[in-house]
């Protein structure tokens, strides 16, 4: 196993694993091993593949699409969208679903069908669906309000009108409305929902209902009325529902249209059949075509109060009573009090949400899956504070296909954290709990949205996925690839937001072993069910989000998982099993929290009333009174007669009490609880650095247990991991190198495996437990000299390497670059001890003969006596070149070098950015990550060797080095304009090959 590709040779602590020769693995170890070498098309990255206003091109249409099956894709969705064009590049391409467009769709549809790739495409032009077939009576709407206060008696004729906003505000930003007025001065679509009256409050309160006057709004005609007003001082109330005005967001040139009302059936099933006729009328049956789904965007629509034209019935049918008593509420006003219009407004929000998740998502689902196709979304948000989300994200995100989330690479974090310090764009862990409790493997990500323009690396992307998988994602989406044309030229057409990751990239031909570990990842963590020990209860307020990425929850401590859990998922959930409660996906959690509002309906109690007597354990304090306003007091009873029985009539602030076969508790934390039931933590790491923070995911199969482990550190880490896994073999997987070995170092308990481990800088593996491989033979102690360094009691800082030790057939094999006294212990009571010796180094030093891209100002042959920063270089255009270079040496070697080891690493130092290797005819390899190592044997001869390095960085230095030349000297060609790109950064960044370059021998000692 090269293990050391990525744990280094010169550093401390070094990797302990054995590699069993046997060959009788269990079919379901070799399927699993399977999807680890070669993932399947469900795990392979998918990417917005954006037409920038509607542009296409034939020719890149085809050499696009064979890029990204080259690089191991499993589909793309094309996206029609407007992108920032200050320099006015950017032609203006044909309408979203023209005849044009619609040439484009289906040659790419053939193309992708032809490959192998499996498509998308996103239902508007922009986001927010919607478009020019939208009609006037199925627009994204709001309610608005007309207030006067008049002195009765008065007849009155005429009324006035509400004000129709021209803007609406955003936490990022004001925008303009364009509403449809007619010459009459009124929108042209219009509906008087209600005029009422009642009399005048200083504190807008409205005593009882009684007070309140109803007239018909349907008599109402433009201002013109005819109705009496009683003694008194009252306070006049007209409403209306009405379009906004909102367009499309981010709409291409060509593309017009307005956002649709996505509260409404009638304006889903529009929307959704005019997208199946125009696609059918030229594709025929889309199941038979590379469409597989269907995208919605995040909903980012605004409304003041949410409304719909079909809200009153709806309203009706959920609640039992109606709502045009109470609109006064919706305008600012409470009736009777606190209590009654808090009920009403709870009634009022879970009816907008029922709506939008019936209405919208499960018929635009259903839609979809009647002509064979999927639809995927982003239906949980983001919420607030950035977007008035009126739903709840489980039940939204479970009425879909394939749920998707996002996560950002920003410059300034500031701009976008919580009160936690938490990123509010990481919209992950909900959708992952989600994707859990629903019973869903796929987890997709909006992956890398950025403004930094071509800046990143591969290493900066594992970073941030490495950071995403262990929230809950199972599957990337790239945001984003621009459909860019020969005549866009170099970096090419690119959309203003977005990690641009195209065939455009200076590094793309040395990309794929990025998608490759992308996809193994995401393979092996769609197996099996996510691990948590603690499910919360997210209760029955709406909107009702969670939150999207993950933390240390107070109560709960380190080393636990958890997810949450809504109301319809809950309600579904019968099966208790060892005092876990057992969704019907099959996932399992220990405790049950509930939130602590005091309020629950007499639904969800009777189902954990039902639990707890099977045997679960729940936490949370006793819920008092009921959600909504209808038969409140008669449903509120029920529960204090159910909840006496389950906490006592008169609990204690602090108390286990059994109830059934299980327990209600209240005041003792999760952490206590679980204590209390003997459940360790699941997984623990001890670090060598206070600092340096290890993540992980687990999750279980019938017969693996499966858990990824990132270290987040900038730092090398050593330390020592422990499992809540015992008897089972532990096996390390590095998705980076593909190599699976047995682990050798290892301690058991009767809860936990505990085993040695270094990771490098932001290093990610698989620790795998097969349940069917038991633990073998194994090594439980190792001193080096007369230091202890497994186990120790306290790992330091200057702890002594460990070696890398490997078991084949009947043997032990260690392969160390580090020299000392190795005494081991077995865990049969044998001990040894072994003897190594220091491992050979080789620095390749000579004259360089380097080969960069003609055209960029210097002369593309050049040579150089020692290794160099680009940027450091005395040339001025090549301290600024961005691209392709390769690098050739040639060295010698003696004899004794080339036989005295069994294999070899070469070492690259320090690259700016990705390479790749040739070797005496031979390719080692590509490194996209560090430390830049690579393992080989057999290759090197006796006498004279070459080497080829291949090196490329990023677009960043070109880009910055044109920003100060005239526009007849640039190189490079982009629509993005110098602020957007600026906000990435102004500082070139290391490039080339920039070493030391060395070959170090490995020797494999067998015992």
Known sequence: MNMLRNSGINSLIFILIILLGAQSYVKSESQLKSIFLSPPDDARPRTYWLWGHGNYDYTRISEDLKAFKEMGYGGVDIFDL????????????????????????????????????????????????????????????????????????????????????DHFNKLYGTYSLYPIIGKDGFPQYYKDIALVAFPFNSNGQIKNLDQILHFNANKINGNEVDIEIPEGKWIILRSIVTPMGQRMWAASDNSHGYIMDHFSEKATNHHFSYLFNRLESRLGKLNETALERFYLCSFESEALVEWSPELSDYFFKLNGYSIDPYIPILAGHKIVDDNITQRFLHDYHYTISE??????????????????????????????PLHRVPTEDYKALGAVDVMRGEFWNNIDKAEQTDARGGDILSVIKNVAGAAHVYGRKIVEMESFTSRKHWRENPFELKKLADYAFCNGMTRVVYHTATLSPKEAGLPGWSYSAGTHISPNLTWWPLSKPMHDYFSRVGGMLQQGNFV???????????????????????????????????????????????????????????????????????????????????????????????????DYKIREAEVKQLADKIWGVKPFKKQIRKYGKGMIVTGYTEKEILDRQGIVPDFVARTDNQTSKIDYIHRSTDTEDIYFICNTDSVDVNTELYFRVTGVQPQIWNPVTMEMSDWAVYNETNKTTSLP????????????????????????????????????????????????????????????????DYKLKFSDGIEKLIPISENEQKKLTGTWDVRFKFGYGFNPIQKMDSLVDWVKHSDKELSSYSGFASYKLAFDLTKDFVSAYQSYIIDLGKVGEVARVFLNGEEVGTSLFPPHRLQFAGLLREGENNIVIEVANTWLNQYLADLKRSPEKKYLNTNVGKNDFLKSGSLPLPSGLIGPVKIIGQTNIIF
């Open 355 to 384: 709506m939008f998740v019936n209405n919208h998502y499960c018929q635009a689902r259903n839609m979809c899956n009647e002509k064979g196709i999927k639809l995927a979304s982003e239906s949980g948000g983001p919420g607030l």
């Open 532 to 630: 948590a020990d603690v499910a919360y209860y997210k209760g029955e307020d709406v909107p009702n989000f969670g939150i999207g990425y993950k933390y240390i929850k107070e109560k709960l401590g380190e080393g636990y998982d958890y997810d949450d859990i809504n109301t319809e998922i809950l309600l579904q959930t019968t099966e208790v099993e060892n005092h876990r409660i057992k969704l019907p996906c099959g996932i399992q959690y220990a405790v049950l929290v509930l939130p602590d509002n005091g309020k629950m309906s007499i639904e969800v109690l009777k189902t954990i009333n039902n639990l707890i007597l099977k045997g679960a354990i729940v936490i949370g304090n006793k819920p008092v009174t009921v959600y909504g306003l209808a």
């Open 82 to 165: 407007g992108i920032s064009d200050p320099n006015d590049v950017v032609p203006s391409g044909p309408a979203y679903m023209s005849e044009e467009q619609l040439d484009g769709v289906v040659y790419a549809m053939k193309e992708a069908k032809k490959l192998g790739l499996k498509m998308g495409l996103s239902v508007s032009n922009g986001w927010n669906a919607g478009g020019s077939w939208t009609e006037k009576d199925e627009m994204s709407m709001n309610i608005l309000f007309w207030k006067d206060t008049v002195q009765g008696p008065v007849k009155l004729r005429k009324i006035g009108f509400p004000t129709i906003p």
């Open 757 to 820: 481990l270094k990771l490098t800088a932001y290093e990610s593996v698989f620790v795998v437990f097969s349940k069917e491989k038991p633990a073998l033979r194994h090594i439980i102690n190792i001193q080096i000299g007369e230091e202890q360094v497994f186990p120790v009691k306290k790992i330091r800082m200057k702890s002594v390497d460990l070696p890398v030790i490997i078991e084949k057939g009947n043997s032990f094999i260690i392969n160390s670059a580090v020299s000392g």
